[in-house]
C-alpha cells in the first residue's frame, strides 16, 4: 500500500489515515486534519487554502475567547438566524463557532473563525433539503423550509464562505438585521438612507461620464462613482472597519 507524507506536519501517513487535498497534496486524518472545522471542504481545497483555514482557525478561537467572552460584550452577542453565528456590534466582530464537548454538557466549549463584520457581503437564503420546520409540518412559515444562510466575507484567508443553519427561525428576521447594520433598507417605509446613498452613486456616474468626455480627472471620478455604488449596494462600511480594527488593537496573538 502506498504511503504518503503529511504535507503540513510531515508524518509518514497509511492508507486509512490519508487525506487527499483538491490539488492532489495528502495531509494527515489524525492531527491535521483535525485543525480545519468540521464543514471545511478538504476534497476542493488546496494546500495553502487548509493552512490559511487552521490558522484562522488557530487565531479566531484565541479572539473568540479573549474578545467575545469578555462580560460587557458576551452580555451584548446577538445570534441573527440561529445558534452558532455571533455577532458584536461593539467589536465589530462575528465568529461562527463549532461546539465542542470535553466531559458531557459542562466541558462545552467552542472553535471559532472571526470575521471582520465590515467584510460581510453576502447573506443569502440557500435552497436545500427539506429543513426541520418542515420534519415539525410547519409549513405555515414559507421560509422555515430553506435551512441556511450561505454567508460569504471578503478579503478573507482560510474559509471565506459558510452556511449558518437556520432551523426553525425565518431567514427574513435575519435578513432584516444584517441590512440595517449595513444601513441597507429596501423596503419603502425605510427608504431614507438608501435613497440618499443611490442619489450618490447617481450623481457621481454621471459626473464620471461628463468627465470622460472633457478628459480631465476621469479614473479619479470613475473610482468615486464604483464607490458610491457599492456603498449603495453594500451600505457604508466605514464605521464597522473602525470597530474592528480598535477591536483587533487590544487583542494579545
Ligand atoms: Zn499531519
Known amino acids: 500500500m502506498a504511503t504518503q507524507t503529511c504535507a503540513i506536519c510531515g508524518a509518514e501517513i497509511n492508507l486509512l489515515q490519508q487525506q487527499q487535498l483538491g490539488d492532489g497534496n495528502y495531509i494527515c486524518r489524525k492531527v491535521c486534519a483535525k485543525r480545519t472545522m468540521k464543514d471545511f471542504d478538504p476534497f476542493h481545497a488546496t494546500l495553502h487554502e487548509v493552512q490559511a483555514h487552521i490558522k484562522q482557525l488557530e487565531e479566531g478561537t484565541k479572539i473568540w475567547n479573549q ?55 453576502g447573506y443569502e437564503l440557500e435552497k436545500g433539503p427539506a429543513g426541520i420546520g418542515d420534519l415539525m409540518g410547519r409549513k405555515s412559515n414559507k421560509d422555515v423550509k430553506y435551512p441556511s444562510i450561505h454567508y460569504y ?24 438585521y444584517y441590512d440595517t447594520l449595513f ?3 429596501k423596503t419603502l417605509g425605510n427608504i431614507g438612507n438608501t435613497w440618499k446613498n443611490q ?55
Not at 470622460?212 to 472597519?241: F, K, L, N, P, Q
Open 183 to 185: 444601513g441597507i433598507q
Open 67 to 121: 474578545l467575545f467572552k469578555a462580560k460587557p460584550i458576551k452580555k451584548k452577542l446577538k445570534y441573527p438566524g440561529r445558534g452558532y453565528v455571533a455577532v458584536s456590534e461593539e467589536l465589530g466582530l462575528m465568529a461562527k463557532l463549532e461546539p465542542h464537548y470535553k466531559f458531557f454538557i459542562f466541558g462545552k466549549y467552542y472553535l471559532a473563525n472571526v470575521y471582520r463584520i465590515a467584510d460581510l457581503y
Open 153 to 176: 466575507f471578503w478579503d478573507t484567508e482560510g474559509m471565506a464562505d459558510f452556511h449558518g443553519y437556520l432551523g426553525t427561525q425565518p431567514y427574513t428576521k435575519a435578513k432584516k
Open 199 to 253: 442619489m450618490t452613486a447617481i450623481k457621481a456616474t454621471a459626473n464620471a461620464i461628463k468627465t470622460t468626455v472633457s478628459g480631465e480627472g476621469a479614473e479619479a471620478e470613475g473610482t468615486e462613482a464604483a464607490e458610491a455604488i457599492d456603498r449603495a449596494m453594500y451600505g457604508d462600511r466605514t464605521e464597522w472597519i473602525a470597530k474592528a480594527e480598535a477591536a483587533m488593537a487590544k487583542y494579545q496573538p
